[in-house]
Nanobody, 121 residues
Framework: QVQVVESGGGLVQAGGSLRLSCAAS????????MGWYRQGPGKQRELVAR???????NYADSVKGRATISRDNARNTVTLEMNSLKPEDTAVYYC???????????????WGQGTQVTVSS
C-alpha cells in the first residue's frame, strides 16, 4: 500500500558529506513522522534523525551538528544531509515513514529497503 524508496549513499571518504533522499508513494492519506535509521555491522538499528509533520526534529547524539533532516510534505519526501563523515557512520541507512492510509486509520510504520553508506578512513 505504501512504498518507500531511498536513494543516495555509496562510498564516501572520511570528512566528506552525503545526501540521502527518500520518497513515499502509494495509498497515503497523511504522514506524521519521517526519519532515518541506520544499522552498522554487528549493531542494532538506531535512530539517526527524525522529523514530524510540524517540523520538529530530533537527532542522535552521534550526528548532532553534522546532520540535517528536512521534508517536503507536498512530495512526501525526506532528505538527510550529513557532513564530516566518520568511519563509524558506515551502516545501512533506512528510511522510515509513519503514515496512515485513510482518515482515522491507524498509524503504521513503513520502511525502505535500505541504502549502504561506507565511509573510508
Amino acid at each position: 500500500q505504501v512504498q518507500v524508496v531511498e536513494s543516495g549513499g555509496g562510498l564516501v571518504q572520511a570528512g566528506g558529506s552525503l545526501r540521502l533522499s527518500c520518497a513515499a508513494s502509494g495509498r497515503i492519506f497523511s504522514i506524521n513522522a519521517m526519519g532515518w535509521y541506520r544499522q552498522g555491522p554487528g549493531k542494532q538499528r538506531e535512530l539517526v534523525a527524525r522529523i514530524i509533520s510540524g517540523g520538529d526534529t530530533n537527532y542522535a547524539d552521534s550526528v548532532k551538528g553534522r546532520a540535517t533532516i528536512s521534508r517536503d510534505n507536498a512530495r512526501n519526501t525526506v532528505t538527510l544531509e550529513m557532513n564530516s563523515l566518520k568511519p563509524e557512520d558506515t551502516a545501512v541507512y533506512y528510511c522510515n515513514i509513519e503514515a496512515r492510509t485513510r482518515q482515522l486509520g491507524r498509524w503504521d510504520n513503513y520502511w525502505g529497503q535500505g541504502t549502504q553508506v561506507t565511509v573510508s578512513s
